[in-house]
């Protein structure tokens, strides 16, 4: 079963004698820390969220709040958790407000107060569906990550999912992301009921096309009818949410508790820089989001893709180029004046021409991305970075690569990325590390069966299910490529393959 987890973990204990975070506390709180200034009682629930992890509510509940504070009360939100009941129950004593810490030159503290209820949905199924059902719920938004597509790697919805093959068995119980919208909407139409707008805030390329096509191909094995209602009723835009959410850490908590005087069970961090790029197709309304900084647009796709491309790319590169070389976090590899090099001719030379002609300037894109990654008050681990790689890399890397081989532009540094995830595989394999990635059984049988040869190495990867296309994996080109890189590494570290490639340059 996939699992839409926050990898960071909640408080288990109060601290000491502070009042915890709540409703009663907030009016005692600390003179600096933002509160919200609007009546939460008042609030009527117009959003459900599906997966209320760090960055929702370092982002879109952020935005929310900002709407419900200029008074329009229509819209708090009701976040749903498929799996775990961890921020359900680090948040329930408090009233489901938390601090959120902005994290710059200095630091600010802020009481988000835009999340009115929060559900688990294996314990709390028939509320779920109410509350997808409900007239006054106009939009669900969600970050389910890749994974909680169900999706097969050409877009199509992959029916041998646990999930899938679970909800279709039991559609009026579902477990899965796409379970719950198709039988909410089929009570909507049930009823009478107008439909909902699905919005997708996941770091995936047509993220809305790939929810539309998710929901309409499932509920068509249901109900053809039903299929057909929701292609034509309810609108799928496609989104791009930007800002980097490092997991919550012991730093963070005593911060927070130092700046309140409160015990909060589970603060979230976050850069300042915060950006949520919204395709303007909403069935039954929606908040005015442009109000509060968010840019509403007819087409997402070139800030989608400038963002998956420019600085996810770049986060994994970092993540398996810089945990092979020793480092941590991102904050550590941005003091690697060569590392940086390598990551800036990426960018320039190999990202930013697969992008063709962009209504954003790449070049400061590019300068603005990385004077992000050298952001010192953020530890952001590599680690969190790393996980998922295989559903990652296609959006971030791969895409690029068959775009420039089309084109015949460099792909080196790509491949050395790759190469990099590789030997990272292979290297927490054999140190008996945990893999966390929904292909990790398959990652583990590859990585014991890797020995550093780098024909039969690079053959095992090949055989990965759903991660390269079986003809980019064969072009000659990107293989002989591929093989140069892994032996890089190989032979001289990522280090030396690092300064062999700047010595290329
Ligand atoms: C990161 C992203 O964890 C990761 O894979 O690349 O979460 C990144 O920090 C965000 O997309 C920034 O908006």
């Given at each position: 079963m996939s699992q839409t987890r926050d990898h960071s973990t909640p408080l288990s204990q109060g601290a000491e004698d502070r009042p915890v975070l709540s409703e009663q506390s907030i009016a005692g709180i600390a003179g600096g820390v933002a509160v919200p200034s609007?009546?939460?009682?008042?609030?009527?629930?117009g959003i459900v969220h599906l997966g209320p992890g760090a960055f929702h509510r370092a982002h879109q509940a952020v935005f929310v709040d900002d709407v419900l504070a200029r008074g329009d009360k229509r819209w708090a939100i009701c976040g749903v958790s498929l799996h775990s009941s961890e921020v359900r129950d680090a948040l329930a004593p408090q009233d489901n407000l938390y601090t959120l810490a902005i994290l710059d030159d200095s630091v600010r503290f802020r009481v988000i107060g835009s999340i009115r209820e929060l559900l688990l949905a294996t314990e709390q199924s028939a509320t779920v569906i109410r509350r997808l059902a409900?007239?006054?719920?106009?939009i669900v938004t969600l970050?389910?990550?890749?994974?909680?597509?169900?999706?097969?790697?050409?877009?199509?919805?992959?029916?041998?999912?646990p999930d899938i093959r679970h909800d279709l068995l039991d559609p009026r119980a579902p477990v899965s992301a796409i379970g719950f919208l198709v039988e909410g909407l089929r009570q909507r139409r049930v009823g009478g009921i107008v439909s909902f707008t699905a919005l997708s805030c996941d770091n995936l390329t047509d993220n809305g096309k790939r929810l539309a096509c998710a929901v309409v191909q499932y509920a068509d094995l249901l109900d053809p009818g039903l299929a057909r209602w929701i292609e034509n009723e309810t609108r799928f835009p496609n989104s791009m949410g930007d800002s980097i959410t490092p997991a919550t850490d012991d730093l963070l908590r005593s911060r927070v508790e130092q700046a309140s005087g409160l015990t909060d069970a589970w603060p979230i961090q976050r850069e300042a820089f915060s950006q949520w790029v919204v395709e303007?197709?909403?069935v039954c309304g929606r908040p005015s989001w442009e109000d509060a900084g968010v840019t509403m647009t007819g087409d997402v796709g070139p800030f989608e893709q400038a963002k998956l491309r420019l600085l996810n790319g770049p986060h994994s590169t970092m993540a398996y180029l810089g945990t092979l070389c020793g480092y941590q976090t991102v904050a550590e590899v941005a003091g690697d004046a060569d590392f940086m090099a390598h990551l800036k001719n990426m960018m320039r030379e190999e990202i930013k021409p697969g992008l063709?002609?962009?209504?954003?300037n790449l070049d400061q894109y590019i300068d603005s991305v990385l004077s992000r990654f050298g952001n010192s008050t953020i530890s952001h681990q590599l680690s969190q970075i790393a996980w998922d790689g295989s559903q990652k890399l296609p959006f971030r890397i791969l895409g690029t690569v068959q775009d420039n081989l089309s084109q015949g532009q460099g792909i080196e540094r790509l491949c050395l990325t790759i190469a990099a995830w590789f030997h990272f595989i292979r290297w927490r394999v054999h140190d008996g590390h945990e893999i966390v990635d929904p292909l990790a059984p398959a990652l583990e049988q590859i990585g014991s069966l890797c020995t550093g040869n780098t024909q039969t190495d690079i053959a095992h990867f090949g055989e990965?299910?759903?991660?390269?296309?079986p003809a980019l994996y064969r072009e000659p080109h990107f293989h002989s490529l591929l093989c140069r890189s892994y032996e890089m590494i190989e032979t001289l570290g990522a280090r030396g393959a690092i300064t062999q490639m700047l010595s290329e340059a």
């Open positions: 609007y009546d939460r009682a008042q609030c009527l629930t409900s007239p006054a719920s106009k970050t389910i990550t890749e994974k909680g597509y169900c999706l097969t790697p050409s877009g199509n919805l992959n029916e041998d999912h303007d197709r909403f063709g002609k962009m209504p954003l990965l299910d759903g991660v390269f296309d």
